[in-house]
């Protein structure tokens, strides 16, 4: 079994930062291999969003609507994403998730797995 486990939401201030952090976990066996990894946002009653993604090898995507403000990076030997925010705004508020594409364990692989979200609230 594996898991998506996102950390670092929380309550911040306009034009605040935040960092939030999201790690593959495998209860057995090992992680050999994740092809790219996702942030995403879902704002209440809206479609989840995409905001950034990054592929194995470095190569980032970004949502045009972030205008600069979110940055995501990776560590691949921790299974692990990252998402820089700064500037926030109070339409950031959302449920941040993070997603990770073929996820290679024991040779088996996993499409796509989608951890829970983190809670990101911006106040005025």
């Known amino acids: 079994q594996v898991r998506v486990v996102e950390s670092g939401g929380g309550l911040v201030q306009i034009g605040g930062s935040l960092k939030l952090s999201c790690t593959v976990r495998?209860?057995?066996?090992?992680?050999?291999?994740?092809?790219?990894m996702a942030w995403h946002r879902q704002k209440s009653n809206d479609e989840r969003d995409l905001i950034a993604q990054?592929?194995?090898?470095?190569?980032?995507t970004y949502s045009d609507s972030n205008m600069g403000r979110f940055i995501i990076s990776a560590d691949n030997d921790r299974n692990s994403v990252f998402l820089e925010m700064s500037d926030l705004k109070p339409e950031d508020s959302a449920l941040y998730f993070c997603s990770a594409e073929s996820v290679v364990v024991d040779g088996g692989r996993y499409p796509e797995l989608w951890g829970q979200g983190t809670l990101v609230a911006v106040s005025s």
């Open positions: 495998a209860l057995s066996g090992s992680i050999s291999y994740i092809a790219n």
């Open positions: 990054i592929t194995r090898d470095g190569r980032t």
